[in-house]
């Protein structure tokens, strides 16, 4: 027989702090932030603390590298952490975003950082390996597009990595467009009338659309970027 569903696996009192962020190191490590500081725990128990005083809204882990990256809450800054060595390669770098960056995603192919909130923007983040265990980091502006729109906490816009493009709602809401890493749109991906708030995703299986349908929002509709 078989049994679906889920079911508790470890429980950590934290004291009441809200948690921004989880995320899954390993079977037995995860990176916590919280409202308050990051940490490193095994489900049950707290196995380290970081020891800087850093805060962040949003994280990402770059399992290639090893590396977190955090985004603040309050001034959108980025901090980057060297996960094993618990070394900190970047503190406070300025990104003039407005709050509310819920998503970044790292492109190894292009060497970009993209965050997302109110706007996007997208930054080159070169990694520089120094030794065994010791990297570098540089971070610049690459551009700056879409201030039109608002992310939202739980839906994060598709991006295409062998393509590099990003896929967001259009400057008057009208349908999907595809923006390359320099801000310009590139493609019209769909014309239908988008909802709000509105969930869709990129297959890369397929490299089509998958968006859910404005009138019945019941049903999904699969859209093909290339016809």
């Known amino acids: 027989m078989l049994?679906?569903?889920?079911?508790?696996?470890?429980?950590?009192?934290?004291?009441?702090?809200?948690?921004?962020?989880?995320?899954?190191?390993?079977p037995l490590e995860n990176f916590v932030s919280t409202v308050q500081n990051v940490f490193t725990t095994d489900g049950s128990t707290i196995i380290r603390n970081q020891t800087q005083n850093l805060q962040f809204c949003s994280t990402l882990y770059i399992e290639s590298e090893d590396l977190i990256v955090g985004m603040s809450g309050l001034h959108s800054e980025l901090s980057v952490l060297n996960y094993r060595t618990n070394e900190v390669l970047v503190e406070h770098y300025r990104t003039n975003q407005n709050?509310?960056?819920?998503h970044m995603i790292y492109s190894p192919y292009s060497q970009s950082l993209i965050t997302i909130g109110q706007g996007v923007k997208v930054?080159?983040?070169?990694?520089?390996?120094?030794?065994?265990?010791?990297?570098?980091?540089?971070?610049?502006?690459?551009?700056?597009?879409a201030d039109y729109f608002d992310t939202s906490l739980l839906c994060k816009p598709p991006f295409d990595e062998n393509l590099q493009l990003l896929y967001l709602p259009s400057p008057k809401n009208t349908g999907i467009v595809a923006y390359d890493l320099d801000g310009k749109i590139v493609r019209t991906v769909t014309k239908m009338k988008l909802p709000s708030p509105f969930a869709f995703d990129f297959c890369p299986g397929t490299g089509k659309i998958l968006a859910s349908d404005e009138f019945s929002g019941s049903s999904l509709v699969l859209?093909?970027?290339?016809?």
């Open 123 to 145: 930054f080159n983040f070169v990694i520089t390996k120094v030794s065994s265990f010791k990297k570098s980091v540089k971070i610049s502006l690459r551009s700056s597009f």
């Open 99 to 102: 709050s509310g960056v819920f």
């Open 3 to 26: 049994k679906f569903g889920i079911q508790e696996v470890s429980y950590l009192n934290i004291n009441e702090t809200m948690v921004n962020s989880v995320i899954r190191i390993s």
């Open 223 to 227: 859209w093909d970027p290339s016809s």
